[in-house]
Nanobody, 126 residues
Framework: QLQLVESGGGLVQPGGSLRLSCVASGSTLDTYAIGWFRQAPGKEREGVSCVSSSGGSRKFADSVKGRFTLSRDSAKNRVYLQMNSLKPEDTAVYYC???????????????????WGQGTQVTVSS
């Protein structure tokens, strides 16, 4: 059973940066599609940055393009979300998710992902 634990959230001023980390246990992340999602109060969960299991397909929300970067560290069984130029509208709980590869997997669609972390709060405020 894959387990995911996020860390790295916190309070940051507008224009600042944070790096979120997601560590996996129970299985290797290399075989999974990985996604970072976020959910702000009163809003639906949104796919922020996602990559297929092969790495061949990547998706970013339009609102974060050029500012957020997803990366993997296979040796540490971790994935990261580097967030730069943060804005108040980036405030949300951020979740790491993993999906088993299958035919017609829809990258960055939350219902496709099988395992979720508990989330980490990111607050962007002055």
């Amino acid at each position: 059973q894959l387990q995911l634990v996020e860390s790295g959230g916190g309070l940051v001023q507008p224009g600042g940066s944070l790096r979120l980390s997601c560590v996996a246990s129970g299985s290797t992340l290399d075989t999974y599609a990985i996604g970072w999602f976020r959910q702000a109060p009163g809003k639906e969960r949104e796919g922020v940055s996602c990559v297929s299991s092969s790495g061949g397909s990547r998706k970013f929300a339009d609102s974060v393009k050029g500012r957020f970067t997803l990366s993997r560290d296979s040796a540490k069984n971790r994935v990261y979300l580097q967030m730069n130029s943060l804005k108040p509208e980036d405030t949300a709980v951020y979740y790491c998710a993993a999906g088993l590869p299958r035919l017609l997997f829809r990258t960055c669609v939350s219902g496709e992902y099988d395992y979720w972390g508990q989330g980490t709060q990111v607050t962007v405020s002055s």
